[in-house]
């Protein structure tokens, strides 16, 4: 009994060196963490609205209308006089397990540009729909994503029809294209009511 | 001296973690796809190694044999928290590649080895280089497996392109069973380097 006690207490100081050190790391670190997390979306954001001038984070208002696929965070980009569009993080199932892909839906009713932030597909296979320098259409130079760049929203978005696949990973093609189908259809419809709201 | 150089070469090829203990093996098998991902979880590693092996080492009389094995995974468990936090911090790119397997070096098998059968009974100045030793084993085969599969497999080593256009990368080398055969090679490497040494140590005799 004693020397239950006693080792409990010798662990017990163990694991609280231990968590006092972690927690200086971890307020040393969480600065930085935060803040490299918050350049990394800004600059996605700014690649798919480059005339954005400021980001606000929508809550609540905007629901995934497909089961399969969930919405993260929404941000609404706006240029000053009115919402320029409205950006998605949208995470869905692929081959290898979740996607999270990063969609932009311009107030015109067009994709403004897709980006797969997290994916954990097979390399070489699935997960060229993140490789910059894979190209589904060698000769436009166009990788997977690009070729959303500029699609209507009411596109029928079909892979092996209006959309390229990456070769051997249908499912991963299939996925994206998925996310990428319901974004642009809730994301223009809520920009509608937003716009229609504030004429 | 000559007592710490020899425990130091232990670890790179006679005793090789990976390659004569072969453990650790899971997360080396999965990160080697890319050589920056290699580099990346053999220095990670390499610190936990060097930290954990120190401070049990300097606090084995004070550990009681009884609960020796809690105590190790905390100290290892916190080092391993400690450079997951810095790699998210400075290396976001790095941390995102290697996912699960930094947080998973707690459980590794080549720290909890050393640790229990080395750190434990040593003093301070024997670990410092049986861990340095270990870790620079640990890299040496990590960034020699990567850089096969991703030259074979992508055609690039660091991302940057090596093979010429025409060539069509071996997918197979970035997948799972690739990397068994590049590990089996390596392991065969390593018999045969083992084994000039052994030729040049006799003929010293």
């Known amino acids: 009994m004693k020397n239950m006690l006693k080792l409990g207490i010798i662990l ?18 969480k600065k930085v963490i935060a803040e490299r997390q918050k350049t990394d979306l800004e600059a996605a954001l700014n690649d798919l609205f480059p005339q954005g001038k400021g980001f ?3 809550t609540g208002s905007l629901k995934s209308t497909e089961p399969s696929v969930t919405f993260n965070n929404v941000y609404e980009v706006k240029d000053g006089n009115g919402p320029l569009g409205v950006a998605i993080r949208a995470v869905g199932a692929s081959y290898g397990g979740p996607v999270t892909v990063l969609v932009g839906v311009g107030a015109n009713g067009k994709i403004a540009g897709v980006k797969v932030l997290e994916s954990k597909d097979t390399p070489g296979l699935g997960a ?23 699609k209507a929203v009411t596109d029928p978005f079909e892979v092996k ?25 809730t994301g223009s419809q809520w920009l509608a009511t937003q716009t229609g709201g504030t004429k | 001296m000559k007592r710490y150089i020899k425990i130091f070469t232990n670890g790179l090829v006679l005793e090789n973690p990976l390659l004569m203990l072969m453990i650790g093996l899971c997360s080396a098998l999965a ?15 390499t610190f936990v190694l060097l930290m954990s092996e120190v401070v049990i080492s300097a606090f084995r009389k004070l550990i009681p044999d009884s609960i020796r094995i809690p105590v190790f995974i905390i100290i290892i468990a916190a080092f391993t928290t400690v450079i997951d936090y810095v ?4 290396f976001p790119d790095l941390s995102k590649a290697m996912g699960v397997f930094i947080p998973l070096i707690v459980v590794n098998c080549i720290i909890m080895g ?26 040496w085969v990590l960034v020699g497996i ?11 080593i660091f991302n940057i392109q090596i093979m010429p256009q025409s060539y069509k990368p071996i997918l197979f080398f970035v997948l799972s069973p690739g990397g068994f055969f590049v590990f089996a090679l390596f392991i065969s490497l390593n018999i045969f380097l083992k084994s000039r040494l052994k030729n040049v140590e006799e003929e010293r005799k």
């Open chain 2, 87 to 90: 790699l998210k911090a400075y």
């Open chain 2, 31 to 45: 990160v080697t796809t890319a050589v920056a991902n290699g580099l990346g979880m053999g220095l990670a590693m």
């Open chain 2, 146 to 156: 990567s850089a096969l599969r991703e030259l074979l497999g992508n055609g690039t």
């Open chain 1, 56 to 58: 606000d984070e929508v």
């Open chain 1, 161 to 185: 029809g209006d959309v390229i696949a990456i070769t051997a990973s249908t499912i991963t093609s299939k996925a994206i294209t998925g996310i990428v189908k319901v974004c642009g259809q």
């Open chain 1, 12 to 29: 017990a100081i163990y694991a609280s060196v231990a968590c006092v050190g972690l927690a200086f790391v971890y307020a040393g670190t």
């Open chain 2, 114 to 139: 050393r640790v229990e059968g080395f750190s434990y009974k040593r003093p301070v100045m024997d670990v410092i280089p049986d861990a340095i030793g270990m870790g620079i084993g640990y890299t």
């Open chain 1, 128 to 150: 060229n729909a993140a490789n910059p320098t894979y190209f589904v259409d060698r000769t436009k130079r166009l990788t997977f994503t690009d070729q959303f760049k500029g």
